[in-house]
């Protein structure tokens, strides 16, 4: 071939390539045509150049060719990579439709496991307190990826660690009077959360409260544990329903206003039966140590007790009465006395009577309050009920409290008072018949 064929050869390929390109631009947008026109453009300036410069057309074919030769090995290398990957993609393929249904399996069961221990343990649970501690959900994953099963065993994992360990955290609490603080507690697995003065319990949202009454016998317990000064900690295997039910377990002030205005009543009346009897007694105590020094003084009389009084005002009397009449003086002067020595009885045996009957009345009023919850509201809910029934019960162990130590208190008193008049009597009756003696040994030898 001429080099002048060869020539006008490659004039009409790059003219046919140039054409080619000018046809792949017709079809661009319109904002690029200035910039096609001038890549014409410099394409023109080109072949014109590569056209009169003899030496640069051939160094530029045989870069072509060299250009292509490389493309070709090049095309071998990469359908010999695909005839290879070809290959691990049919394996991979035959694998996978074995494991497809294991696989799928395997996910659905993993998606159930983690819904079923959200759902459990949700918002109530103290393992729960950190957000991340929960599994993922699975329930959008078609693909069952190794990083979702590694996630998964990991966090039961963690959860299962975390439910014998006590964890020491800080986090708000919502304290009694509403107000929200940052206070440092301890968490004992999932049992309890507590802070040195209370428990703690979640709402509904997840946030922690103060429980609103803790259980006497473990609030002495929280500030020792909480500063490390004891080991010891009651725990509740219920998940405080035991706890909750200790919360609810009303106070012995509780219990008395349950009673109502017939409870009121009840202790009021035996306050002031036992103050009277109180008072009486000691009264009765003193009079008591005076008789008995009354009694070994002898002949020195003193008006400061019943007995001194009594044998006063028989020195006072005539002597020359009839036996009969100075029995009778005698008798006067120790009844005279028994007043004082009986005093509160009679209000004391009384407010015992009294507390039992009122306290029938209580039980009766209180019944009479829940069968008017029971006609308003039917017998569903337990609680509406609850009142009446407390103090109906109430009322009756009010009654029966007062009554019990106003009984004792009246025998005591009664004992007391009964012992007080014998001795008085006695030494009474011996003082007269002493009196009847002498006179009766006086008149002997005057009538022989």
């Known amino acids: 071939m001429k080099p002048v064929a060869k020539k006008y050869m490659l004039v009409g390929a790059l003219a046919l390539i140039t054409s080619g390109a000018l046809s792949q631009t017709v079809l661009a947008q319109e904002s690029l045509r200035e910039a096609r026109e001038a890549a014409e453009q410099r394409d023109q300036a080109r072949l014109l150049e590569l056209v009169n410069d003899q030496e640069?057309?051939?160094?530029?074919?045989?870069?072509?060719?060299?250009?292509?030769?490389?493309?070709?090995?090049?095309?071998?290398?990469?359908?010999?990579?695909?005839?290879?990957?070809?290959?691990v993609a049919s394996e991979l393929s035959s694998r996978q439709s074995?494991?497809?249904?294991?696989?799928?399996?395997?996910?659905?069961?993993?998606?159930?496991?983690?819904?079923?221990?959200?759902?459990?343990?949700?918002?109530?649970?103290?393992?729960?307190?950190?957000p991340e501690a929960l599994p993922p959900r699975l329930e959008q994953a078609e693909v069952l990826e190794r990083g979702q099963l590694e996630t998964v065993v990991d966090t039961l994992a963690r959860l299962t660690a975390q439910t014998g360990?006590?964890?020491?955290?800080?986090?708000?609490?919502?304290?009694?009077?509403?107000?929200?603080?940052?206070?440092?507690?301890?968490?004992l697995g999932d049992f309890a959360a507590f802070t040195d003065s209370a428990l703690l319990t979640r709402r509904d949202g997840g946030e922690l409260a103060v429980l609103p009454r803790t259980p006497r016998e473990i609030e002495r317990l929280l500030g020792d544990f909480v500063s490390g000064e004891s080991r010891v900690m009651a725990i509740d295997?219920?998940?405080?329903?035991?706890?909750?039910?200790?919360?609810?377990?009303?106070?012995?002030?509780?219990?008395?206003h349950q009673g109502g205005y017939v409870g009121y009543v009840i202790v009021a009346l035996g306050v002031i039966g036992l103050l009277v009897a109180l008072a009486q007694y000691l009264y009765l105590v003193g009079v008591s140590g005076r008789v008995k020094r009354q009694s070994r003084s002898g002949a020195a009389l003193r008006d400061n007790n019943p007995l001194g009084r009594v044998l006063l005002r028989f020195e006072g009397l005539d002597k020359h009465q009839s036996p009969e009449a100075l029995e009778a003086r005698m008798d006067e002067a120790v009844l005279a006395e028994l007043p004082k020595l009986e005093r509160?009885?009679?209000?004391?045996?009384?407010t015992a009577a009294i507390a039992p009957l009122l306290g029938l009345l209580g039980t009766?009023?209180?019944?009479?309050?829940?069968?008017?919850?029971?006609?308003?509201?039917?017998?569903g809910d337990p609680q509406l009920m609850a009142g009446g029934i407390s103090q109906a019960l109430v009322t009756t162990v009010l009654g029966l409290i007062t009554a019990v130590p106003l009984l004792f208190a009246q025998t005591a008193l009664a004992s007391r008072s009964r012992y007080l008049t014998q001795v008085?009597?006695?030494?009474?009756?011996?003082t007269l018949a002493d009196h009847l003696e002498s006179q009766s040994a006086q008149l002997a030898p005057t009538a022989g």
């Open 344 to 350: 509160g009885q009679p209000l004391v045996k009384l």
């Open 165 to 187: 360990e006590a964890l020491r955290l800080e986090r708000d609490v919502a304290e009694a009077n509403g107000e929200i603080e940052r206070e440092t507690l301890v968490r």
């Open 424 to 430: 008085i009597e006695g030494q009474a009756s011996a």
């Open 364 to 379: 009766v009023t209180g019944m009479i309050v829940t069968f008017q919850a029971i006609t308003v509201f039917g017998t």
């Open 98 to 130: 074995e494991q497809d249904a294991s696989l799928a399996d395997l996910l659905a069961d993993l998606s159930r496991h983690s819904a079923e221990i959200r759902n459990a343990l949700g918002e109530d649970s103290w393992l729960t307190l950190d």
């Open 56 to 87: 640069a057309l051939t160094a530029a074919l045989d870069e072509a060719e060299a250009d292509h030769a490389r493309a070709e090995e090049t095309f071998a290398a990469l359908q010999e990579q695909q005839a290879e990957q070809m290959e």
């Open 237 to 256: 295997p219920t998940q405080g329903t035991v706890i909750a039910a200790l919360g609810q377990r009303p106070s012995l002030i509780e219990r008395f």
